[in-house]
Nanobody, 119 residues
Framework: VQLVESGGGSVQAGGSLRLSCAAS????????MGWFRQPPGKEREGVAT???????TYADSVKGRFTISRDRTKNSIYLQMNSLKMEDSAMYYC???????????????WGQGTQVTVS
C-alpha cells in the first residue's frame, strides 16, 4: 500500500488548508483511513478517521474546525482544515489499515507526511 499526501503549506491563523491523501496498491475491502499529526518535539496524535461506511471521528481539539471526507472512486481522503490555530502546526500524516486493525492498533501504512505551519 502506498499513500501520498499533498496540500500542506503555510497559512495565517484563522485561515484554511485542505490536505489530500491518495492510496494505491492492495486495499482491504473494509479499510479505515485517517490523519495524524506530530508537532515538533511532541508525540504523534490522531486527528480524524473515516471508516468504510463514512463514519467519522475527530480529536476534541479539531472538532468543528476540521472535516475528513473520502472519494471512494479515487481511494482518497481529504482533510479540510478551517479556523487554523498556531497549535495546529505539525507534520500531518495519512494512514490506512483494515478497520479491524486500525481501531485497536497503530496503522501499518503511512504516507510521507506534509507540513502545516500556522503563524
Amino acid at each position: 500500500v502506498q499513500l501520498v499526501e499533498s496540500g500542506g503549506g503555510s497559512v495565517q491563523a484563522g485561515g484554511s488548508l485542505r490536505l489530500s491523501c491518495a492510496a494505491s496498491g492492495y486495499l482491504y475491502s473494509s479499510y479505515c483511513m485517517g490523519w495524524f499529526r506530530q508537532p515538533p518535539g511532541k508525540e504523534r496524535e490522531g486527528v480524524a478517521t473515516i471508516e468504510r461506511d463514512n463514519t467519522t471521528t475527530y480529536a476534541d481539539s479539531v472538532k468543528g474546525r476540521f472535516t475528513i471526507s473520502r472519494d471512494r472512486t479515487k481511494n482518497s481522503i481529504y482533510l479540510q482544515m478551517n479556523s487554523l490555530k498556531m497549535e495546529d502546526s505539525a507534520m500531518y500524516y495519512c494512514a490506512i489499515d483494515s478497520c479491524y486493525w486500525y481501531k485497536s492498533n497503530t496503522p501499518r501504512w503511512w504516507g510521507q507526511g506534509t507540513q502545516v505551519t500556522v503563524s
